[in-house]
């Protein structure tokens, strides 16, 4: 699986140097050839079965695009930027990552919920 960055500003290794407190949730969008979602999805539920084992981890969710589209966005919320860039870093989640197929490009990336008065609330 290829990894390309979703900002080009600010990397994911960036973020995990960050000194946010609270609550994170990752944004990973994928793209991969359509004829290989069965692929996608059988390796995206071992590191998902893998991470739900890790401390700080609260749920995930994956969604995918319509009208035959090949591209995917799992969300997934963390207590903590420690928690997740714990799990992230194990040998074991690492290994994970090889099985997925080989047309996968990931953009993964860093967000806190905002408070936006009168749509959002934290």
């Known amino acids: 699986m290829k990894i390309k960055e979703l900002d080009e500003l600010v990397s994911l290794s960036q973020q995990f140097k ?3 407190d609270g609550t994170i949730v990752l944004i990973n969008v994928f793209n991969i050839e359509p004829s290989e ?6 390796a995206w539920s071992a590191d998902a079965d893998f991470l739900k084992t ?3 981890y ?3 969710q994956m969604h ?3 009208g035959g589209s090949g591209c995917y966005i799992n969300y997934a919320i ?7 860039s714990t799990a992230f870093a194990t040998p074991e989640f690492q290994a994970l990552l090889r ?3 080989e047309s996968a490009i990931a953009a993964p990336h860093l967000f ?6 009168g749509h959002c609330v934290s």
Not at 37 to 42: I, R, Y
Not at 78 to 84: A, G, I, K, M
Not at 112 to 117: C, F, G, R, S, T
């Open 58 to 60: 609260i749920s995930t």
């Open 99 to 101: 099985a997925y197929p």
């Open 64 to 66: 995918k695009g319509i």
């Open 54 to 56: 890790q401390p700080g």
């Open 112 to 117: 806190k919920k905002l408070a936006v008065k």
């Open 37 to 42: 979602e069965e692929a996608l999805l059988e």
């Open 78 to 84: 963390w207590e903590d930027l420690e928690s997740f």
């Open 18 to 20: 960050s000194n946010e």
